[in-house]
């Protein structure tokens, strides 16, 4: 069996693994990723006829924003669940929007792609050709999934797509199934950090929403509009009942299909009680109206990348009274790193940030502790681990702690795009 690494190898991003077993092709996610321009770069071709099927983990664009090129020249059947599908279509829509000049591909692919849609429940296997599938919850976003893949020869794969090992207030952890795997594909966005206990993250942010809220200021918390601004939401509506909550941006139509495959939610009940609740920014009055109040907004883009929270921040940005929470994570030379280094940010006019400004570690993936545990659940079956889906730095220093953590019976691999990697069972 062999694993060909058609992007995702020593970075964060276009996420496309291939497994190729008895000359029969399955691909695992095909996303985009972005250079230093913000323009989209996409990973290794792969004939879309070769391939018995595409499974896609989640919804953002990093693991599905190539997929729609399969679909036009081919029509291999993907296996999704239902909220990828949904969310998918979102985000695609708005990187079109913003990206169409670079992209080969437009939204009636992915209505072709949606037409071979095979959805999936967690737990319940699928055959694709030769090849079997098993999806469990991966707890990083609705519908987030990890793929189980039995190939043709009978290897068996475990892909951990974006994965978050702790229960968080809209999602289940991660559901580790009981089979014996021969090889763990594993994604290493923080393979060298180790996150603060949530609830300690949570606490600190909290406490901060409050005082700022007793002195009459008002909170902007820049998130992404597809899981944060939910988890964010359901904490403050939970901790703090009395503060008024405004949620801006793509967020609503994400929260709708959040509500709609609410089987999907660890709580739905109180999901639907945070979103009673909430005050959804409609238009310009309404926005115009929000950050005159003490107040939480919760808003798109998580990084100031433009959206609304840009808005907000140039408003609010002047009073000291006033705070600017990041609990997203934030790109080296985005809006919200250079703020956070330089307490300012002359490309949007901000001199100086007189509002106190500070950042939270909220993340929807595991740390190198949460990740260790994947791999020594599997620890007695495991043959091959491959670690992608990281800065080199992370991928090295996780993949060293596995070696010390295992032995040596397990082969290690941190292989970079392009490589073809031979599996043994
Ligand atoms: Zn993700
Ligand atoms: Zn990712």
Known sequence: MFLKILGGGQEVGRAAYLVIDKN??????????????????????VRPIDLSGIAITHA?????????????????????????????????????KL?????????GEFETMATKAKFMEYGVEEEAGEFTLLFTDAGHILGSSMIYLETPSGHRILYTGDVNTI?????????LWPIKIDTLIIESTYGSTKHPPRHMSEKRLIDAIEEVIDSGGTVLIPAF?????????????????????????????????????????????????????TFFIRGWSDRRKAWKTPSV?????????????????????DNPK????????????????ILLEKGKLEELGIEEMRARLEWFDLSSHAGKDGLL???????????????????????TKLASMAREALGKDINIYTPSNGEEIKLEA
């Not at 990206?99 to 939204?107: E, L, P, Q």
């Not at 659940?377 to 889906?389: A, D, E, G, M, S």
Request: proline share 6%; net charge neutral.
């Open 373 to 395: 545990s994947i791999m020594l659940r599997y620890k007695h079956v495991l043959k091959n681990i491959v670690i992608i889906h990281g800065e080199p730095e992370s991928t």
């Open 99 to 107: 990206n169409a000049y670079y992209v080969d591909y437009d939204i």
């Open 225 to 277: 509009s597809v899981g944060r601004t939910q988890e964010v939401m359901c904490l403050v509506q939970a901790e703090l009942p009395h503060v008024n909550i405004y949620v801006d941006g793509m967020s609503r139509d994400i929260t709708n299909i959040y509500l709609k495959y609410k089987n999907f939610l660890r709580d739905p009940a109180m999901f639907q009680k945070a979103v009673e609740n």
């Open 297 to 317: 907004i919760i808003s798109s883009a998580g990084m100031l990348k433009g959206g609304p929270s840009v808005y907000y921040l140039k408003k609010i940005s």
């Open 60 to 96: 953002h664009l990093d693991h599905i924003g190539a997929a729609p090129l399969l679909y036009i020249t081919g029509k291999p059947p993907l296996y999704v669940t239902k909220p990828t599908l949904d969310i998918g279509k979102l985000l695609i829509n708005d990187f079109l």
């Open 322 to 337: 006033n705070a600017v929470f990041l609990v997203s994570y934030q790109a080296p030379n985005s809006p919200g790193h």
């Open 167 to 175: 229960q968080t207030w809209t999602l289940n952890r991660a559901q």
């Open 24 to 45: 029969k092709y399955f691909l695992l996610d095909y996303g985009v990723n972005f250079d230093e321009e913000d323009h989209p770069q996409f990973p290794l071709h």
